[in-house]
């Protein structure tokens, strides 16, 4: 038993040792060195791979060759730990260095090199090992945490909501999602840390969302030209109008100066005319009113449902549902104030229109999100409860206690 530890941690030894002997400027390569790193370990797997087959099928039968087996594991996972430690922490300074402004393509390459490293790590224990071990995930996620502790800093620094709900997407859907629960044998470790990175980026487009609904949604404070209902709105119908007015005009030149061409079908003598309404339809024209497109709208409404929309799809659905109702009451309130500004400054029906236009636009807008807006508010009612203690304290004859004086 002895010698078999001797020789198969002699063997990985040298071959770590050998590996960091070579040549500087091939280590120094992180292509390079990550290649060598597991071309040569793979070939050396065949030298070892039966003499721990043979402890592998005496673990069942003999406490002494399960401690050996995992004593094998420790000195194979730290040799690997010794060799890609450094690698990795250099191409992920790389990375960061190459798309330190765009997070979102950093998440994508660190995220991207994180998997095949986790993907190839696993295929070379399989070289050597049969039987699994929590150790390798351990050694794994301690590897993807260089990359965390990389990657968090710049997170706590992103303002801006559509960079954070792009970096949700991309963590939840594109690696979770599509990479890791389709392959969540090798790719156990990388979901970890994948996780608390989304559950971070989350955390961070929380508190961002709650700034943002204090200062732009409900802070805001309305241009003259946000006020000028009804004004806007008789000028954008006077437009649609024109334009109306300017495709009829267009359709009669049109329809004047077409000449009728008759065509002769060979087989009968039925006659087809380029001017029959069943051949040439005509053109579907919108029926949306100009003033009613998303940039008449009172700014609060956009921005909060934009805001709504990147939410919808990064954080969990109660946090959405809270974050949702705050957005929309910072939104009434600001309509609120909008439609008392106009109503001084035009009249009372003016400014309830506009608040009545809002409030169906945000009910019509809100419904594809499919939760519970409302806030719920408990109170308890204890006036009957008093006036019952009442009674029964003057039926009783007692003295009146002060509470109830």
Known sequence: MYLMKTYTV????????????????????????????YVKFRAAAPKVRSLIEQI???TDKSPEYQQLLSEVHQCYLDQRAFLLGPSIASTIVDLTSQSNKDHCALVR?????????????????????????????????KLCTLWYDVFRPLIIHVNHLETLAELCG??????????AQNNMEQLGAFSTVAKQMLEDVQERLMYRTHIYIQTDILGYKPAAG????????????QIAQSLKDEQKKLHAAADSSLAEVQLEDPDSENVIKSGNPDVLKSRPQSSISPADLHGMWYPTVR????????????IDRMVFQGLSQEALFACIQSLLGAADLITKNKTLTDGQLFLIKHLLILREQIAPFHTDFAIKEVSLDLKKTRGTAWCWLVELGGPILPIFS
């Open 56 to 58: 592998e099928q005496r």
């Open 109 to 141: 390459s660190g995220c991207a090199f994180l998997v095949h490293v986790c993907q190839d790590e696993h295929r070379l224990y399989n070289e050597f090992f049969t039987k699994p071990t929590t150790k390798l995930d351990e050694l794994l996620v």
């Open 170 to 179: 991309i963590l939840k859907n594109e690696m979770l999602e599509d990479h």
């Open 10 to 37: 002699n063997t990985l030894q040298n071959l770590s040792i050998q590996l960091t002997k070579r040549d500087p400027s091939v280590i120094s390569n992180t292509d390079n060195a990550f290649t060598l790193f």
């Open 226 to 237: 946000d006020l000028a209902y009804p004004d806007k709105l008789e000028m954008m119908e």
């Open 303 to 314: 921005r909060t449902l934009v805001c709504l929309s990147k939410l919808y799809r990064c």
